[in-house]
């Protein structure tokens, strides 16, 4: 696992920078203020999208950012799953370009690989997602949700589709092992041409 990015609590800019996903901010602030543990959930579309990925194959993703690429937005880890905050307009294109990268079986050489890359829940206009609070609870039993990488300034940087889809590729190509050979005929006969005349 990456040291680069570690649990941690939200800036009061990073908590503003949230509040404006919302349709009113000041009351979202007020409440963080009084209850600075409580979740909200916050529109997606116009501040941020959400990628939603399973939470091993977000790690990988995660690693990948951090450890080959230009890092990551905001993250947070919500009910078994990792929230992938991204640029507005993610979650229209990244369904295309992983669809274009073939990310779904096509034929049987791609199933062993389908199966092993879940899909990728893409939150963007219309939708609303659960954030967790700026302070992670001091109680000792794991939050439901919590900040991995969280958000500290009024404008963070905020990873586009081709970073997302660069960052998956690059995690599904680490949990699977892909060859360009076709599986081995498991009944096949083996010959030893090593005796040949």
Aim: proline residues 11%; positive net charge.
């Amino acid at each position: 696992m990456s040291s680069a990015w570690n649990a941690s609590d939200v800036t009061p800019d990073g908590a503003a920078w949230l509040a404006s996903a919302g349709t009113y901010p000041r009351s979202t602030r007020a409440l963080w203020e009084e209850r600075p543990g409580a979740p909200v959930v916050l529109p997606c579309g116009s501040v941020f999208d959400v990628v939603s990925a399973p939470a091993m194959f977000g790690r990988r993703m995660l690693d990948r950012l951090w450890d080959d690429g230009p890092g990551s937005g905001p993250v947070a880890e919500f009910r078994g799953r990792m929230l992938l905050f991204a640029a507005p307009g993610t979650a229209q294109r990244l369904p295309a370009l992983l669809e274009w990268e073939e990310w779904g079986a096509r034929d049987s050489r791609e199933a062993h690989r389908a199966h092993a890359v879940p899909p990728l829940l893409c939150h963007g206009t219309g939708d609303a997602v659960t954030v967790p609070a700026p302070t992670e609870s001091t109680s000792p039993a794991r939050p439901a949700s919590r900040w991995l990488v969280a958000p500290d300034t009024r404008q963070p940087w905020l990873p586009g589709p081709e970073v997302l889809l660069w960052a998956a590729v690059r995690a599904a190509r680490s949990a699977v092992r892909i060859s360009i050979f076709p599986p081995a005929d498991q009944g096949a006969k083996v010959y030893d041409v090593s005796r040949r005349r």
